[in-house]
């Protein structure tokens, strides 16, 4: 999923402004209440600039999909670059519960998520561009698992692509809940299962919890050190 934007900077400035105009109407109302003309009126573009760089609403979705996929991975960069180690990992999923909370159990929603979960089985064409989003996001840490794999701290069997999978999966079912609940540990509780699910494909034996600390005492600082002293299994700290 990569859209072709104009090339030329007032194109640019005229798709941009009816991408975030459209992605702040689908999050704060959802894409089916949203109608081109609430888009037109909010981006203060005219239908024929709209219709000139989107064929349609289906188009328009897969371009904000982008957008806000864009945007939210830039914010996890850093940690994306490091999946391929235990630490890394570790400190990947003690930071993505502060990219959907801005307050104590204050949750919001997952950009890629909540499209899903509107639109997944409404069109094909947008659709495909969900499984694209999923498998960019995904593609991280699953590179991540298969460089493990290759030097051995991973079974043999472990399947990078799936592993990668179940662990978004797991974190969209927190959020899904902790909305639900309005209880934050319910995000923290689901990643450290998904971590213990990670392990369980170790080579040789893991860490106890008592040698390694969870990501909800790593982010609450229970007097376990910083993120970033958490080192490799069995390290001397």
């Given at each position: 999923?990569?859209?072709?934007?104009?090339?030329?900077?007032?194109?640019r400035r005229t798709w941009e402004k009816i991408v975030v105009a459209a992605a702040e109407l689908f999050r704060s109302g959802g894409v089916r209440a949203t109608s081109i003309e609430d888009v037109l009126?909010?981006?203060?573009?005219?239908?024929?600039?709209?219709?000139?760089?989107?064929?349609?609403?289906?188009d328009?979705?897969?371009?904000?999909?982008?957008?806000?996929?864009?945007?939210?991975?830039?914010?996890?960069?850093?940690?994306?670059d490091e999946l391929d180690s235990w630490p890394g990992i570790r400190r990947?999923?003690?930071?993505?519960?502060?990219?959907?909370?801005?307050a104590?159990?204050?949750?919001?929603?997952?950009?890629i998520g909540a499209l899903a979960a509107e639109l997944a089985g409404?069109?094909?064409?947008?659709r495909q561009a969900l499984a694209e989003a999923f498998d960019r996001w995904t593609g991280h840490l699953a590179a991540g698992l298969t460089a493990m794999r290759d030097r051995g701290?991973?079974?043999?069997?472990?399947?990078?692509?799936?592993?990668?999978?179940?662990?978004?999966?797991?974190?969209?079912?927190?959020?899904?809940l902790a909305r639900t609940y309005r209880d934050a540990d319910l995000v923290h509780s689901t990643l450290e299962a998904a971590y213990a699910g990670l392990r369980s494909h170790a080579r040789g034996q893991g860490p106890s919890s008592a040698e390694e600390p969870s990501s909800t005492a790593a982010l609450r600082g229970d007097?376990?050190?910083?993120?970033?002293?958490v080192g490799e299994p069995g390290a001397e700290r």
């Open positions: 999923m990569t859209l072709t934007k104009p090339p030329t900077e007032r194109g009126v909010r981006s203060g573009c005219g239908k024929s600039q709209l219709y000139h760089h989107f064929s349609g609403k289906a328009l979705v897969t371009a904000v999909l982008e957008y806000q996929l864009d945007r939210f991975l830039a914010g996890q960069k850093p940690f994306l990947w999923l003690d930071e993505l519960p502060s990219e959907f909370s801005d104590p159990d204050v949750i919001a929603a997952c950009p409404t069109d094909e064409q947008v701290e991973l079974t043999a069997e472990a399947d990078p692509v799936r592993l990668a999978r179940m662990t978004i999966a797991t974190l969209q079912g927190g959020l899904l007097g376990l050190g910083d993120r970033a002293d």
